[in-house]
């Protein structure tokens, strides 16, 4: 194979410097590092934090899949996955099963992680207090202090206004008894699996920041104790591969209110569909 | 001063970038994991100084990290080994991104940066080399720990003191010939 590319396209200074980041990350889980995010061939928003992680990660025997909102193959988690095939020369999958470093945007798969992979996230704002006090200087000050009041604030005023904590996704949760951490936008049924044998490695690039949550970590979602955290999903049954326990999408089917449920981690639905599972429109696995 | 310039140039790794990924992957999973040993053993930097800890020292630190020398890795050989394959500058120990030594030789702890209160991750890391090293000895519990684990630790009360200036404090490496565990600050020790 020609080489175009140093191994994994980033120069070396500047893995180590990420990779010096991920360590105090482990140290101190849920605490953001700042670290010096660089330019990537891809615009912001399309994961350059998690690539960037991804990157200082990989090594050559790795297997490596990458899932959009938990498909395989949208655009984004297809040019992410042929640019580590081009660049680090990884072998790729789209099962989960067989990966040893996953990247995400906005999902954990439904699979249970083992303690040999690796979840990379993509995150966009990595701080869960930023919309709620935009100065950096404050909040570095708030988490320094504990001082996470304004975020039950922010969750009572969601009860008082809705009946019910309303915050659906990228659902705050405190790790290890000390950090308040952002999940990253995945949906709050995702939370609880949050605490995995596997190393959780967060990469957020415009904002120059990354965070780790290291196997088995205790991480609680914030609640209160007469309105206790509830994971949600869609109360339907996925359409193609009849599952109950997986993350739905809704997808509209035409313009006469028509619609179907389907399970949002495409890998999942496909192994349950190949072991003869059929959902009320699937079809018979041929 | 032949000799000295040999010693310098030879022990690098052969292949930096795969080589690097894969011990940088070692050196996360035994971060992520306190009380796991894995093997670390690609480097051959001067004596005294182990292959994990050389291996460790050429994947981590680069100009940008001022490196503190302690005790009999403080040498000519072990100078110019570090400046030649990284860059890294020798500092003192209050300005040190990274220190190695023997545990005795990096004593006193309090020497090292902990961190500010905004900026935990201004901490220090200190590689520290012992003569054996084994899942015996001072119960582990935190982050990255099933139930507990168990390594055999210099002195478990300092780092059980280590570990009450959580979020600030030092992490830890432990390097023993071409074998590598660690220990970050969030871990709670007792006495097995």
């Given at each position: 194979?020609?080489?175009?590319?140093?191994?994994?396209?980033?120069?070396?200074?500047?893995?180590?410097?990420?990779?010096?980041?991920?360590?105090?990350?482990?140290?101190?889980?849920g605490y953001q590092v700042p670290?010096?995010?660089?330019?990537?061939?891809?615009?912001?928003?399309?994961?350059?934090?998690?690539?960037?992680?991804?990157?200082?990660?990989?090594?050559?025997?790795?297997?490596?899949?990458?899932?959009?909102?938990?498909?395989?193959?949208?655009?984004?988690?297809?040019?992410?996955?042929?640019?580590?095939?081009?660049?680090?020369?990884?072998?790729?999958?789209?099962?989960?099963?067989?990966?040893?470093?996953?990247?995400?945007?906005?999902?954990?798969?439904?699979?249970?992680?083992r303690e040999d992979q690796i979840?990379?996230?993509?995150?966009?704002?990595?701080?869960?207090?930023?919309?709620?006090?935009?100065?950096?200087?404050?909040?570095?000050?708030?988490?320094?202090?504990?001082?996470?009041?304004?975020?039950?604030?922010?969750?009572?005023?969601?009860?008082?206004?809705?009946?019910?904590?309303?915050?659906?996704?990228?659902?705050?949760?405190?790790?290890?008894?000390?950090?308040?951490?952002?999940?990253?936008?995945?949906?709050?049924?995702?939370?609880?699996?949050?605490?995995?044998?596997?190393?959780?490695?967060?990469?957020?690039?415009?904002?120059?920041?990354?965070?780790?949550?290291?196997?088995?970590?205790?991480?609680?979602?914030?609640?209160?104790?007469?309105?206790?955290?509830?994971?949600?999903?869609?109360?339907?049954?996925?359409?193609?591969?009849?599952?109950?326990?997986?993350?739905?999408?809704?997808?509209?089917?035409?313009?006469?209110?028509?619609?179907?449920?389907?399970?949002?981690?495409?890998?999942?639905?496909?192994?349950?569909?190949?072991?003869?599972?059929?959902?009320?429109?699937?079809?018979?696995?041929? | 001063?032949?000799?000295?310039?040999?010693?310098?140039?030879?022990?690098?790794?052969?292949?930096?970038?795969?080589?690097?990924?894969?011990?940088?992957?070692?050196?996360?999973?035994?971060?992520?994991?306190?009380?796991?040993?894995?093997?670390?053993?690609?480097?051959?930097?001067?004596?005294?100084?182990?292959?994990?800890?050389?291996?460790?020292?050429?994947?981590?630190?680069?100009?940008?990290?001022?490196?503190?020398?302690?005790?009999?890795?403080?040498?000519?050989?072990?100078?110019?080994?570090?400046?030649?394959?990284?860059?890294?500058?020798?500092?003192?120990?209050?300005?040190?991104?990274?220190?190695?030594?023997?545990?005795?030789?990096?004593?006193?702890?309090?020497?090292?940066?902990?961190?500010?209160?905004?900026?935990?991750?201004?901490?220090?890391?200190?590689?520290?080399?012992?003569?054996?090293?084994?899942?015996?000895?001072?119960?582990?519990?935190?982050?990255?720990?099933?139930?507990?684990?168990?390594?055999?630790?210099?002195?478990?009360?300092?780092?059980?003191?280590?570990?009450?200036?959580?979020?600030?404090?030092?992490?830890?490496?432990?390097?023993?010939?071409?074998?590598?565990?660690?220990?970050?600050?969030?871990?709670?020790?007792?006495?097995?």
């Amino acid at each position: 194979m020609t080489q175009d590319y140093n191994f994994a396209y980033l120069d070396e200074q500047t893995k180590r410097m990420i990779r010096r980041a991920i360590l105090k990350g482990l140290a101190v889980p849920g605490y953001q590092v700042p670290f010096a995010s660089r330019e990537m061939p891809m615009p912001y928003g399309w994961g350059t934090g998690g690539v960037q992680v991804s990157a200082a990660t990989l090594t050559p025997e790795d297997t490596f899949k990458v899932i959009d909102q938990g498909s395989d193959d949208t655009t984004n988690a297809v040019s992410i996955r042929k640019f580590f095939e081009k660049t680090a020369g990884v072998a790729v999958t789209e099962e989960t099963e067989k990966a040893s470093v996953i990247q995400t945007r906005h999902r954990i798969p439904e699979a249970a992680l083992r303690e040999d992979q690796i979840l990379v996230y993509q995150v966009p704002i990595p701080e869960p207090l930023r919309f709620l006090e935009p100065r950096e200087t404050e909040t570095r000050k708030m988490h320094s202090l504990q001082e996470y009041g304004l975020m039950h604030v922010k969750l009572y005023e969601d009860i008082s206004q809705h009946g019910a904590i309303a915050t659906a996704y990228a659902y705050p949760v405190r790790v290890s008894d000390r950090y308040v951490m952002d999940p990253s936008p995945i949906p709050k049924f995702d939370n609880p699996k949050l605490e995995m044998a596997a190393i959780q490695l967060f990469g957020a690039g415009r904002e120059q920041r990354i965070y780790a949550v290291p196997p088995y970590t205790k991480v609680v979602s914030l609640d209160f104790e007469d309105y206790p955290f509830e994971p949600t999903k869609a109360d339907h049954a996925c359409d193609l591969c009849g599952a109950e326990d997986s993350y739905l999408d809704e997808v509209i089917l035409d313009d006469a209110g028509n619609r179907m449920f389907v399970c949002s981690d495409t890998d999942y639905c496909r192994s349950r569909r190949e072991a003869g599972h059929v959902g009320r429109l699937g079809e018979e696995a041929a | 001063m032949t000799a000295t310039a040999t010693t310098a140039i030879a022990g690098g790794f052969s292949d930096p970038a795969i080589e690097s990924a894969r011990a940088f992957r070692a050196a996360m999973n035994v971060m992520a994991r306190p009380g796991e040993i894995r093997d670390l053993d690609m480097a051959r930097p001067p004596a005294p100084l182990s292959a994990a800890a050389g291996t460790l020292l050429l994947t981590l630190c680069d100009p940008e990290t001022g490196v503190h020398l302690a005790g009999a890795c403080d040498s000519a050989e072990m100078r110019g080994w570090l400046a030649f394959h990284t860059g890294a500058p020798v500092v003192s120990a209050d300005r040190a991104g990274f220190a190695v030594g023997r545990w005795a030789d990096l004593l006193p702890l309090d020497r090292f940066r902990i961190g500010t209160p905004e900026y935990p991750d201004r901490s220090a890391t200190l590689i520290v080399e012992l003569e054996a090293l084994q899942q015996a000895g001072a119960s582990l519990r935190g982050p990255g720990i099933k139930d507990s684990a168990a390594l055999s630790l210099p002195d478990p009360a300092a780092l059980a003191g280590n570990a009450m200036l959580y979020p600030l404090g030092l992490d830890f490496f432990f390097t023993c010939g071409g074998r590598i565990a660690a220990l970050p600050r969030s871990t709670q020790i007792s006495e097995g």
